[in-house]
């Protein structure tokens, strides 16, 4: 829709009802954002081609309207702008599409724009222009002073322009040229001084010009000649008495007059509007009329270019007369008579218009002075003055009748804009915008005084329009709309269908957004007789939606029915409109000439009803009689319409109904060749000729099926599937085309159902080119793919694989459906496909919903992917997969998915219902899932709406009673909490005493539980109401009243007829539970029997009943009831016995008989209080058992256990070992029966080890237990009870000692220590997997059975041979158990393991027979013989002087690293001595012969000192023995620094932990200061220099050992800071940036650098590695090498600017000029950013210079090695000090170049252009150009008085001829260039390179040697003299204003 109704309506009263009658039409559709920049005001070009609208910035924007520009071209005028008019045409029969618009700017300056909105655009042109003072000097030229205030324009008529000055000055101005425009006329208007300032609107109308004034005048001027016509005085509105009040305050802003001045709308700022009917006015006050002629007065004259015998002319002059007579009798003027005629109103009285006096003798357009009567001029007897619609109806009687009329909008003082866009005689349009965000438009029917309103609820403009008819027009957010009032849809339509074109109907329909209304049949009648087949097709448009039947009725059967028969009765009535279609076919088609029409027609109209019945049939599965009726009738138009179809089958006349035609007449001309064809290729022959007839024809007669079309048909899809076979995909396509098939529908089809992948993958490829896919069919295919490459070869499933118990591993059901499946996808055992590979048609996949298709793949993703797939698709995965770990994993994330962000989760989010719906295990796992959630407080819907199911669930979760309770606070079912309904379950079901405990548990009472108040539950259920009152009681046990109540609720259990009181007790017969109640009574007994009105009915008593109750009890009756006789003795009345005994359950009989107060005690009582240790009770009910340590030990009590055996059984045992073997294997049966319960277990161990057993076999029995315990119970769906009692049975067998039940249960455990590593991640084979399979080993131990080879068997079967041999050695398996499970490896390793077990000796692998004996009684005397040996040696030393250092010598004798440590702790040794021995001592023997190898005398007597312990340190760090360095250090010299750094050097060398290296390294040095700067200290053992030069050796070394280059750049790193410990050391700084730069790179460092470092060695390895990435092509990284070393990058950039120029050649771009220009330039600022050496760069340029010699005939060889040979020069003058000789020889070969081009070139002299005029003539450079930026006449070096010097020029007789004459031309013509540039010193080098003699050349040097005085006359040349005097002018010729005249070279 256009515009769309709003809020706003309510503001006017007069508009209620009309908005039904109003339309909005969308006309042109324009983007929003040109809209939104639009001011406040539009103007509408008159042919409604363009808008434009003057922003709030004051810029003018304009907007293409055009068919073309699809509202969307615009072009914007930067202002600011004041005002703008649009030019108006005289002749609008001749249309423009350029029109033309007048616009003034706030600096008063006029411009004329053009715009040229052909072909959508929007262009504009400026065409003329006139600034303020221009034009204020045109007035001025006339005689007008006057200062520019204001500027406005009252119209713009052909290129005329009328405007109005300061308020009071009109000014007629022409652009008729170019020129800035010219005054035609120009007069001031009579306002008198005071209504100048005080105008306040002015608008200009057919001529006259209408003045609004502040002072209530309105003042109308004719614009022919300035003079005022007539007034208008406001003030006379306030004489009508009614309108006294408003009248006086009103305040007019603006006016609007009407085209026929007729009615004038002036606007209050009150929101007021006033219509006034100037003939009535006056013709009231004709005095108001100031100019006024007669037409008898008026000049007969004609036109001027008209003939007198025209009848214009004719016209003209009727209009002044006063003859009515119609000149025109044509039937054009007889309508537009006819029309004025109708237009009038009969009823209103007749007078001539009030201006018909008022006659202009000249046309304000035209500019000439002929007489010319306006159009407006009517003749009195013909014209009607009451054009102007006033309800008079009551002033028709009266002489005056009213001549104006009010309208008051809204009386709100809201801020609002009242704007008056147009006005007729018969209606006023209004626009009422309140704010920015809503507006009104307002018809006011000036007849009916009504108002018609229609509010927009977005902004719009009020667009103006300079057209005669009132149009309502307004710019919207959508576009330009047009309101139309008093219209519907319909009737608009039906309307611009008759009088317009279907087309511009359908396209509005369109544009708005309407559905197709009901087209009238007259409407398709008109169309058809005019032949317009858009009508027709329109219509038949209009009437698809009306037939068309639902899909889907809301409602079956009945409302189908009625469906039916509405289809039914629309067809009905479409059956004239089809006749009549039926007719104009028929009619039209027996005409020749309109054979076409009727075959269109026909078109259309079979087209319709074949579309009306698909779509039937389409969205309808049955037709029931109505639909078939219908169907019928159009089937019935369809057969009778098909015999006009040009190519119908018409069947002879003479033709019987049923042809016999005999096999042998028919003939085929293919036959012959078909007869050698199989039928297959027959069908395709003849398809893909399009011989479908003959060959059925030709099946006929061979009697083959095919002859049927049917059968035909499926044998050429059956090709067709064969063709997309074979790839030939045009063959396919063709056959069903030729089929009648649409040939992308059917190979979509085929794609979907075709199971064959090839030809699947082929026409998805096809099809998607052709885009022929919907979105959803593409989101198919991928999904196929992934499932076919997830489901394709070996995939490995994504679960994390429980081990799973016995019964689940079985042969899985796939294998029986296998056939099934292959069967239907017609695959065989010879398929080609594999049996991985899975078919998987497109049209299966397309059914499967979002869910189906996750399910598909979720086996086959990470876990990982979980996240992105639904949570219901997953759960139903997760939980039919019973994946326990990844549930719970779920489960625990869902716990707290609240509190942590969504993005951090791993897995999707999960709800109750979810899990209720999706849940697919075993009533186990469920349970335990549920279990899991409930006791986070998550329960399923189902158990919440069920209190017994959440009660069942809480029971499995902690009970009712808990400390938190994990259930919601409300249930969904009735609102109540969990204590509310477990309140009354327990009522329910009579669960007092539970209800009891629940409600002391969560002390809940009336005050926290308000449903325990309930009234209606007390009355139910007197024993919740006593249980409550006792709560309260216990509660608070100092008020009595609550006592009262739970009294009161006591005897409401006793007397349940009867509300309870004490009254109703006594009644009852409970006169001493009345006498107790009431003693908590408030106010107690005597408050109770008083009888007051206001007391409580409960506790109130009548005294009367009460005495007659206690009337058993004289004592308390005589207390309660005192009489007047003196009191006497009376009997006890109660006890408290007596009390007790009405209260059950107490007995007082039988309770408390040791009680002498208690006379109800029966005699045989006990007469003391009875307790459990009672002899009497003893003897009677106890049971007497004698307790052993059996007892104690279920009890988990050993100590006492083992006590009682002592005194029990040990002591009275004759054979205490057999009685503690016995006692032993009974707790070993009793723990290994109870390993389930952890305290009987530890009791049974503890119990063992005290009777002095080993408790070995029981533990790993009890751990044997567990495993296969927890490992049944996490895979069998069985209850944990039932699993430990049958596996407390195979205990109890395998205590017995039962060889098969030891077995089974080790088959058990190893399936339970395989699932334990498969839970717990660790890798099958792992060394944490080996750890635990020692229980397994140890088991067989325990049990004397032969080890388990289970662990073994995997490792060789994954050819693990580390772990086998790990394994098999730490567990001390046989030989032959090992050898047995080779064969399990690789035949290589299979090899390699029995080679190597060969080898070995038969002792090698532990024995276990009887040779261990002998073994160990070997080893045992062995021991003793090294014992005598080393106590030997002690005594010995003891004798000896200096006894530390004969051990040590000893130590060295014997190889016993034992003995330093022992003389070490003898008195007076020495740490250093003994530190040394123990190293040499404890490496192998090479390495300590190696370290000892300096001493030259014997090793035994060498005095060891700290230059032996640097030689030991160096050579056992070469060795990489620094773990004995260590040792050593930690016995001898614990203290010592140097242990930082060799634990530093083992963090590096051996666990690559760089990171706790570096701690110890700045542990090292910060020891090292601490010993320099604490002098005072005693010497160390170790001297500070000393320690200093061996971590300097160790810090060297380190570098040199390691084995990778990443080790390499880890110590670099780790010692960079550490230089001050290096004396001599290499450069570490820069060896660590080294190791950076090559980390990425194949390059390594040689270790010689670091071994012999130097600054010269670090350079030449640079060098080196530089070579090696040059020869790479890492040039980067080359740069940053030579950086580093401070090496020249000079043959690194040549070499990488070689290979690009190689990489170039290689390419196409090379022989492209500008691409090698651009190359060479590069190469040139290459050199300059890297600062390469010059002689580098000129070497390089140079050198090219005869590679590019080696191919002349290329184009631009000889400028590129110009090019060349100048850069070389430039590069090699920048040499210190120049070397001019190689310079000269570079500028005479690139002069040798030129001179060659230019005789290549035609010898023709040239212009050389300066390089400004090169550059700017072409965008790109050429050799030349690029040449002359280096040229060498700029250098400085060549540029030297030496050069012109005369000697050493070569001279005429003595040049050389070294050129041939055409060269010579080539280098004159050249040095002439040059010298006409002014290179002199350049002209004279190149006459001296090439000894050629130029006369110019010489002749200038001449003249600069005589200028310079360094040459006299007689020193010039002979030849120069000889120019001197042809040279020299005639003293009387000589000027000195002659010019001077150049003297050619003839040389």
Same mark, same amino acid.
């Given at each position: ?6 809020p ?6 007069? #508009? ?9 039409v ?6 929003a ?7 406040a ?7 409604q081609?363009a808008?434009?609208?003057l ?9 293409s ?8 071209s615009?072009? #914007?005028?930067?202002?600011p702008?004041?005002?703008f008019?649009?030019?108006?045409c005289?002749d609008?029969?001749r ?8 616009a003034?700017?706030e600096?008063y ?12 655009r ?35 008529h ?36 005071q ?42 509105l306030?004489?009508?008495s009614?309108?006294?009040e408003?009248?006086?305050?009103w305040?007019?802003t603006?006016?609007k007059?009407?085209q ?19 003939n009535l006015y ?7 009329l ?10 007969v ?51 001539a ?6 006659l ?18 009517f003749?009195?007897?013909? &014209? ?16 005056d ?15 609002a ?9 018969? %209606? ?6 309140v704010?920015?965000?809503s507006c ?12 018609? #309103?229609?509010?927009?609820s ?22 330009l709309?047009?309101?139309l ?8 339509l ?40 858009d ?10 939606n ?9 409602v ?7 469906d ?16 009549l279609?039926?007719s ?8 020749t ?10 078109h259309? &109209? ?5 579309q ?46 049923d ?10 001309k ?6 050698k064809?199989s039928?297959e ?17 030709f099946?006929?007669i ?11 048909v ?39 159902? &075709?199971?064959?992948?090839n ?10 080119g ?13 999904f196929?793919?992934q499932?076919?490459k997830?489901y394709?070869?070996?995939?490995q ?10 019964y ?15 069967t ?9 496909f ?9 049209? /299966? ?6 869910q ?13 992917e ?12 997760? %939980? !039919?997969?019973?994946? /326990? ?7 625990e ?9 969504p ?17 697919? *295990?075993?009533?186990y ?5 549920l279990?899991e ?7 399923l ?17 902690g ?7 994990p ?46 108040e309930k ?6 259920h007197p /024993? ?16 009595p ?9 006591n005897?409401?259990?006793?007397i ?5 009181s ?38 109130k ?8 109750a206690?009337t058993?009890?004289?004592?308390l ?13 009376l009997?006890?009345?109660?006890t408290?016995y ?15 008989? /040791?009680?002498?107060?208690n ?7 006990a007469?003391?209080?009875p307790?459990?240790?009672s002899?009497?009770? +003893? ?7 004698r ?13 006492? @256990? ?8 040990l ?19 009793l ?23 080993s ?10 237990a567990?495993?296969?315990?927890g ?17 407390a049975e ?8 039962d060889?098969?039940?030891?077995e089974e ?22 060394s944490e ?9 140890q ?6 059975m032969?080890?388990?080879?289970s662990?073994?068997?995997? #490792?060789?079967k994954?050819?693990?041979?580390l772990q086998?041999? +790990?394994?098999?050695?730490l ?26 077990f060969?080898?070995?000796?038969s ?17 045992l005397q ?12 002690l ?25 330093? +440590? ?13 530190l ?6 404890s490496?192998e023997?090479?390495v ?20 032996d ?12 023995k ?6 050593g250090?930690?016995?001898f ?14 963090? *590096? ?22 010993l ?6 005693g ?7 000393w ?9 060297k ?23 001050h410990?290096?004396?001599d ?8 940036v ?5 980390k ?11 071994t012999s ?23 980067a ?23 690009e ?11 492209l000029?500008?691409?090698?220009i651009d ?12 600062s ?16 590019v010699?080696?191919?002349? @005939? ?14 070389g020069g430039?590069w090699l ?10 310079l ?5 070969q ?7 081009q ?38 400085? @070096? ?12 070569p001279?005429?007789?003595?040049c ?32 001296r ?6 006369q110019d ?15 006299g006359v007689?020193?010039l ?9 042809? !040279? ?20």
């Open positions: 829709m256009a515009a769309e109704p709003g706003g309506s309510a503001a006017f009263p007069g #508009c209620a009802g009309a908005m039904e009658r109003v339309l909005p969308l006309l042109v559709q324009l983007p954002e040109e809209t939104a920049q639009l001011g005001r539009a103007q509408l070009h008159q042919e081609e808008l434009g609208s922003t709030a910035a004051g810029s003018l924007r304009v907007l309207l055009a068919p073309g520009s699809r509202g969307g615009s072009c #914007c005028l930067q202002g702008f004041g005002h008019v649009w030019e108006e005289r609008r029969s249309p423009t599409d350029k029109p033309k618009l007048l003034v700017r600096d300056e006029l411009r004329v724009y053009e715009f040229d909105l052909k072909d959508g929007c262009e504009s042109t400026l065409l003329h222009s006139c600034c303020g003072r221009t034009l204020q000097k045109l007035v001025e030229d006339r005689g007008v002073c006057i200062s520019f205030e204001s500027l406005r324009i009252l119209s713009f052909n290129k005329t322009a009328l405007l109005l000055i300061n308020r009071c000055l009109v000014l007629r101005i022409a652009f008729p040229g170019r020129d800035s425009g010219s005054i035609l006329d120009c007069f001031p208007l009579p306002l008198p001084a209504v100048a300032d005080a105008v306040v609107d002015v608008q200009f109308c057919r001529g006259f010009l209408f003045i609004l004034s502040t002072l209530r005048w309105i003042y109308i001027f004719d614009t022919s000649d300035g003079k005022q016509v007539a007034r208008v005085d406001l003030a006379l306030r004489e009508d009614e309108q006294q408003a009248a006086s305050v305040s007019f603006s006016l007059v009407s026929d001045l007729d009615v004038l709308v002036i606007v209050s700022s009150s929101h007021t509007a006033v219509v006034l009917n100037l006056f013709r009231q006050h004709p005095g108001h100031l100019y006024a002629r007669a037409l008898e007065d008026l000049p004259e004609g036109p001027a270019g008209i003939d007198e015998d025209d009848l214009a002319n004719s016209a003209h002059n009727m209009r002044l007369t006063k003859v009515s007579f119609q000149v025109d009798r044509s039937w054009r003027a007889q309508l537009s008579a006819l029309k004025e005629t109708m237009s009038s109103k009969p009823e209103a009285s007749c007078c218009p009030w201006f018909q006096g008022v202009r003798l000249e046309s304000p357009e035209s500019g000439n002075h002929t007489p010319v009567v306006p159009n407006h001029v003749l009195p007897g013909a &014209t009607t003055c009451g054009q102007c619609a006033f309800p008079q109806k009551e002033h028709i009687k009266t002489s009748p009213r001549w104006w009329e009010t309208m008051r909008l809204s009386r709100d003082e809201q801020p804009e009242l704007q008056c866009v147009s006005v007729t005689g018969f %209606t006023a349009l209004f626009a009422w915008a704010g920015a965000s009104t438009i307002v018809l006011w029917d000036l007849e009916t005084r009504g108002l018609h #309103c229609f509010p927009l977005q902004p719009c403009i009020p667009v103006h329009s300079s057209a005669d008819q009132q149009q309502c027009l307004v710019l919207t957010e959508n576009g709309s047009l309101i009032f008093g219209l519907t849809q319909e009737e608009f039906n309307r611009l269908m008759i009088h317009g074109s279907a087309s511009t109907v359908d396209s509005l329909c369109h544009l708005n957004g309407w559905g197709r209304c009901s087209i009238p049949i007259h409407a398709l009648e008109a169309g058809i007789e005019n032949r317009q087949l009508t027709v097709d329109f219509f038949l448009k209009s009437k698809e009306l037939l068309t039947p639902p899909s889907k009725p809301p079956p059967d009945q409302l189908h029915q009625l039916s028969q509405l289809y039914l009765k629309q067809v009905e009535e479409m059956r004239p409109a089809l006749d279609l039926c104009a076919i028929r009619e039209s088609d027996s005409e000439q309109s054979k076409h029409f009727a075959e269109q027609l026909l259309l &109209t079979l087209s319709f009803l074949n009306q019945i698909r779509e039937l049939f389409v969205h309808t599965e049955e037709l029931d009689e109505h639909l078939q009726k219908g169907v019928g009738i159009l089937t019935s138009y369809i057969n009778e319409l098909r015999t006009f179809m040009i190519k119908f089958p018409w069947k002879p006349a003479d033709a019987p109904d042809c016999g035609i005999s096999k042998d007449v028919l003939t085929v293919e036959g012959k060749i078909w007869e064809l039928f290729e027959v069908i395709a022959d003849a398809i893909l000729n399009n011989k479908i007839p003959e060959a059925q024809t099946f006929r061979t009697g083959h099926c095919a002859q049927q079309l049917e059968e035909l499926r044998i050429g899809l059956d090709l067709v599937f064969d063709s997309l076979k074979q790839n030939s995909v045009d063959k396919a396509s063709t056959l069903l085309r030729n089929m009648g098939f649409n040939v992308e529908d059917e190979l979509l089809r085929m794609c979907f159902y &075709t199971t064959d992948k030809i699947r993958d082929l026409l998805v490829e096809i099809l998607k052709k885009e022929c896919f919907s979105e959803k069919e593409r989101r198919t295919i991928d196929v793919h499932v076919e997830f394709s070869g070996h995939f499933e994504n679960v994390q694989m429980q081990s799973f118990p016995s689940w591993i079985k042969e899985q059901d796939y294998f029986k459906h296998r056939s099934v499946l292959d239907f996808l017609k695959r065989d055992q010879t398929d080609e594999s049996e991985q590979d899975h078919r998987i048609a497109l049209n /299966w996949a397309r059914w499967w919903d979002q189906t298709q996750e399910c598909i793949l979720l086996p086959r993703i990470s876990p990982e979980y996240k992105a797939y639904s949570p219901d698709a997953l759960w139903r995965y997760l %939980t !039919a997969r019973h994946d /326990w770990s990844s549930i719970s994993l779920w489960i994330e869902f716990r707290t998915q609240k509190a942590g962000s993005q951090q989760n791993k897995w999707p989010p999960l709800s109750a219902d979810i899990i209720d719906q999706n849940t697919c *295990c075993n009533s796992m469920r349970n335990k899932i279990d959630l409930a006791r986070s407080g998550v329960f819907a189902s158990e919440l709406e069920d209190f017994e199911l959440l009660l069942l669930r809480l029971s499995r979760v009970g009712v009673m808990q400390d938190t309770l259930v919601p606070s409300h249930s969904p079912s009735g609102g109540w909490d969990f204590h509310s309904h477990f309140i009354l379950y327990c009522r329910e079901h009579n669960l007092q005493h539970l209800l009891y405990v629940y409600l002391d548990h969560y002390r809940l009472s009336p005050g926290n539980c308000p449903f325990l009234k209606e539950l007390h009355e139910a /024993w919740l109401e006593f249980l409550v009152q006792c709560r309260q009681v216990s509660s608070n046990l100092t008020d009243k609550l006592i009262f109540q739970a009294s009161l609720a005897a409401q259990i006793l349940p007829t009867n509300q309870a004490v009254s109703s007790m006594l009644l009852e017969g409970h006169t001493l539970l009345a006498l107790a109640t009431t003693m908590y009574a408030p106010g107690g007994v005597s408050q109770v029997i008083q009888n007051e009105e206001n007391e409580n009915c409960l506790k008593v009548d005294p009367q009943l009460l005495k007659m206690l058993p009890y004289p004592k009756k005589a207390a309660l009831f005192p009489q007047g006789a003196p009191p006497s003795v009997p006890s009345d109660v408290l007596h009390l007790l005994q009405s209260l059950p359950p107490f007995d007082p009989s039988r309770l408390f008989g /040791w009680q002498s107060a006379t109800l005690a029966i005699g045989d009582t007469s003391h209080l307790h459990f240790s002899p009497d009770l +003893v003897s009677k009910y106890a049971v007497v058992e307790l052993n340590y059996a007892y104690y030990l279920h009890h988990g009590r050993p100590s006492f @256990a083992f006590g009682t055996f002592l005194v029990q059984e002591i009275k045992s004759k054979t205490p070992k057999q009685l503690i073997q016995q006692v032993g294997k009974e707790a070993y049966t723990g290994l029966t109870s390993s389930h319960s952890p305290s009987v277990a530890a009791a049974c161990v503890c119990f063992l080890e005290l009777l002095g057993l408790s070995l076999k029981l533990r790993v029995d009890m751990k044997m567990n495993v296969i315990l490992y049944r119970c996490r895979n069998e769906d069985v209850h944990p009870s039932s699993v430990r009692e049958s596996l195979k205990l109890t067998k395998l205590a017995d000692g060889k098969a039940t030891t249960l080790l088959l058990l455990l190893e399936e339970g220590v395989w699932s334990s590593i498969g839970q717990q991640g660790f890798n099958r084979l792992s997997s080996s750890s635990q399979w020692a229980l397994v080993l088991f067989c131990m325990v049990h004397n032969k080890l388990s080879m662990y073994l068997r995997e #490792c060789a994954a050819n693990d041979w086998f041999l +790990v394994h098999s050695q567990h001390n398996y046989r030989p032959e158990e090992v050898n047995s499970l080779l064969q399990y490896f690789s035949p290589i390793l299979q090899s390699h393991l029995k080679l190597a060969e080898k070995l000796s002792g090698s692998i532990s024995q276990v027979d009887g040779d261990q004996d002998y073994k160990g009684h070997q080893e062995q021991s003793k013989e090294e014992t005598r040996d080393f106590f030997e040696i005594h010995q030393c003891s004798e000896e002087s200096a006894s530390w250092c004969w051990l040590l010598a000893e130590a060295v004798r014997q190889r016993a690293p034992v003995l330093s +440590v022992l003389a070490a702790c003898l008195q007076g040794a020495s740490a250093v001595p003994c040394c021995v123990w190293i040499v001592t490496v023997d090479r300590a012969a190696e370290a000892m190898g300096h001493i030259q005398a014997s090793v035994e007597d060498h005095p060891w000192s700290l230059e312990l640097s030689i030991i340190w160096r050579t056992v760090l070469r060795r990489q620094s773990h004995t360095l260590i040792r250090f930690q016995l010299i614990k203290d010592s620094p140097l242990l930082l750094i060799m634990e530093m050097y083992e963090l *590096c060398m051996f666990f690559k932990n760089y990171e706790k290296a570096k701690v110890k390294l700045v542990e090292f040095q910060k020891s090292l200061e601490t320099d700067t604490a002098p005072e200290r010497l160390p053992v170790l001297p500070a220099a320690m200093k030069d061996q971590a300097c050796f160790l810090l070394l380190m570098p040199q050992q390691c084995q990778t280059q990443y080790e390499l750049g880890k110590h670099l790193q780790l010692l960079v800071g550490t230089e410990l290096f004396s050391g290499p450069d570490v700084q820069k060896l660590c080294l190791s950076q730069i090559l990425d790179t194949p390059v390594a460092i040689s270790p010689a650098v670091i470092y130097s600054p010269e060695n670090f350079q030449h390895e640079c060098r080196s590695i530089l070579e090696k990435l040059k020869a790479d092509g890492q040039f990284v080359a740069r940053r090498v030579a950086e580093l070393a401070a090496l020249p990058v000079d043959s690194l950039v040549i070499e990488q600017l070689t290979q120029m190689e990489t170039l050649k290689h390419t196409q771009k090379w022989s000029t500008h691409a090698r190359f060479w330039k590069k190469c040139h600022e290459n050199f300059k950013k890297n390469i050496s010059n002689r580098a760069a000129s070497s390089f340029f140079s050198s090219q210079v005869p590679v010699s080696e191919h002349p @005939a290329e184009p631009g060889s000889l400028e590129e090695r110009h090019l060349l040979l100048t850069l430039h003058a920048r040499e210190e000090p120049v070397p001019l000789e190689e000269e020889e570079l500028e005479k690139a002069w040798i170049c030129r001179i060659t230019h005789a290549r070139g035609g010898g023709a002299e040239e212009t050389q252009p300066s390089p400004s005029q090169q550059v700017s003539a072409g965008a790109e450079l050429s050799f030349d150009t690029l040449a002359n930026e280096f040229s060498f006449s700029k250098l400085a @070096a060549l540029n030297t008085s030496k050069y012109l010097d005369l000697n050493g020029l001279s005429k007789e003595m050389e001829n070294r050129l041939n004459w055409k060269e010579r031309e080539s280098l004159n013509a050249l040095i002439g260039l040059l010298l006409d540039g002014g290179c002199v010193h350049e002209a004279s080098r190149v006459c390179y090439f000894h050629f003699y130029s050349v010489a002749l200038v040097l001449h003249c600069r040697a005589l200028a310079s005085a360094e040459a007689d020193d040349h002979s030849d120069i003299q000889a120019l001197l005097p042809s !040279a020299a002018l005639p003293d009387d010729q000589e000027s000195p204003n002659a010019p001077l005249r150049k003297v050619h070279s003839k040389s």
